[in-house]
């Protein structure tokens, strides 16, 4: 992780934090754990994107549109208890008929960040697209969601880099790298 990536996290709350910005991983006091390109991540990305909890009738469409229904809320209450054993994963939570991430995931952070006007903060945690490197195939639903959250997500990164730019050269200072 870089520097900057650990001083926009290390504001006293980075004991643990799911980094969905770039490559997937796990950032644990510094330390770094890789995360595989399997289902369960692609549950817990889009679940600790929203800014909501997400119904489970939501999650089916997602990732079992055109399968029967009972068939679809057994695979995924399989999935859920699946990744509910992972390590990683203790920020993704479910009850009744929702299911939310209650940890700290830097695509939340990062449109705080943007949304409060912190520049240099959204700049150091925009690591890379959405789930760099994933390519969920079987999965058409989400892969449309993450071709759709990807390009936002990098619209707001541009608009984060255009509005320092302009703020630094507005304050007399010289043009700085993003």
Do not use: I, K
Not at 5 to 12: I, K, V
Not at 57 to 83: I, T
Request: charged residues 20%.
């Amino acid at each position: 992780m870089s520097p900057s990536t650990s001083a926009a996290l290390s504001d006293g709350e980075a004991q643990r934090t799911l980094l969905l910005l770039g490559e997937p991983a796990l950032e644990t006091g510094g330390e770094l754990l890789a995360l595989p390109p399997e289902v369960p991540l692609w549950l817990a990305a889009f679940v600790a994107c929203q800014q909501e909890p997400v119904s489970r009738p939501e999650l089916l469409e997602l990732l079992y549109p055109g399968v029967d229904a009972d068939a679809a809320r057994n695979r995924l209450r399989q999935l859920l208890h699946r990744a509910r054993r992972l390590d990683w994963t203790a920020g993704l939570s479910a009850s009744g008929e929702v299911v939310h991430w209650t940890g700290r995931v830097d695509a939340r952070l990062f449109r705080q960040a943007c949304q409060a006007g912190r520049w240099s903060q959204a700049l150091a945690l925009y690591r890379g697209p959405l789930l760099e490197g994933q390519r969920p195939t079987g999965f058409p639903a989400f892969a449309a969601w993450l071709d759709a959250e990807r390009e936002d997500l990098h619209a707001a990164w541009l608009d984060a880099a255009l509005s320092q730019a302009g703020e630094l050269e507005g304050a007399g200072s010289p043009a700085r790298r993003c």
